[in-house]
T-cell receptor, first 113, second 114 residues
Framework: KAGVTQTPRYLIKTRGQQVTLSCSPI?????VSWYQQTPGQGLQFLFE???????NKGNFPGRFSGRQFSNSRSEMNVSTLELGDSALYLC????????????FGAGTRLSVL | AQSVTQLGSHVSVSEGALVLLRCNYS??????LFWYVQYPNQGLQLLLK??????LVKGINGFEAEFKKSETSFHLTKPSAHMSDAAEYFC????????????FGQGTELSVKP
């Protein structure tokens, strides 16, 4: 069974641009969560989608948004990029219910210049 | 709100020595506790998961963790370190009805000396 796939793996953008990251979950998984990892703040939860609905949201500005499609694939978008958005963005998928194990992708490394 | 504290941002052990990575959670007992490992340039891999009722949880690669409610701890151990164990380790909690939301500790980087 294929794991969680994130594309692209690396991305370089400039301040003010917007970016879209993609995540394909493990087949059969309906929940997709997104996390931001930085050296200073560590791993922080962005949001979680289940059956195309945002079920949980972290404490990030509105520039960070996401969506989930009917096939459970998910995208996250960051508008008006700031230098501080440089990070590793991780996607994780799980079956559905609370407490289920989350399986992580390799991440997308975003650098904002 | 749930929170997790990992004591020691960096731990160094010799190959063959005991590995002990410390994790304390906030006072309200979380339903779910996890340990994940991250190798360089990779995502997170689950080592083990605690669910209510267990005290000693066995994971992959010889790791195990002991849940101690009286100490609000969930420390990770391995009897004998291997060079391949060098990585960053994260303790995480998930609250009831908080599906998909893991709260992570700051991480502990484990170095293994030959």
């Amino acid at each position: 069974k294929a794991g969680v796939t994130q594309t692209p793996r690396y991305l370089i953008k400039t301040r003010g641009q917007q970016v879209t990251l993609s995540c394909s979950p493990i087949s059969g998984h309906r929940s997709v969560s997104w996390y931001q990892q930085t050296p200073g703040q560590g791993l922080q939860f962005l949001f979680e989608y289940f059956s195309e609905t945002q079920r949980n949201k972290g404490n990030f500005p509105g520039r960070f948004s996401g969506r989930q499609f009917s096939n459970s694939r998910s995208e996250m978008n960051v508008s008006t990029l700031e230098l501080g958005d440089s990070a590793l963005y991780l996607c994780a998928s799980s079956l559905a219910a609370s407490g289920n194990i989350q399986y992580f992708g390799a991440g997308t490394r975003l650098s904002v210049l | 709100a749930q929170s997790v504290t990992q004591l020691g941002s960096h731990v160094s052990v010799s190959e063959g020595a005991l590995v002990l990575l410390r994790c304390n959670y906030s006072s309200s007992v979380p339903p779910y506790l996890f340990w994940y490992v991250q190798y360089p340039n990779q995502g997170l891999q689950l080592l083990l998961k605690y669910t209510t009722g267990a005290t000693l949880v066995k994971g992959i690669n010889g790791f195990e963790a002991e849940f101690k409610k009286s100490e609000t701890s969930f420390h990770l151990t391995k009897p004998s370190a291997h060079m391949s164990d060098a990585a960053e380790y994260f303790c995480a909690v998930m609250g009831e009805n908080q599906g998909g939301k893991l709260i992570f500790g700051q991480g502990t980087e484990l170095s293994v000396k030959p």
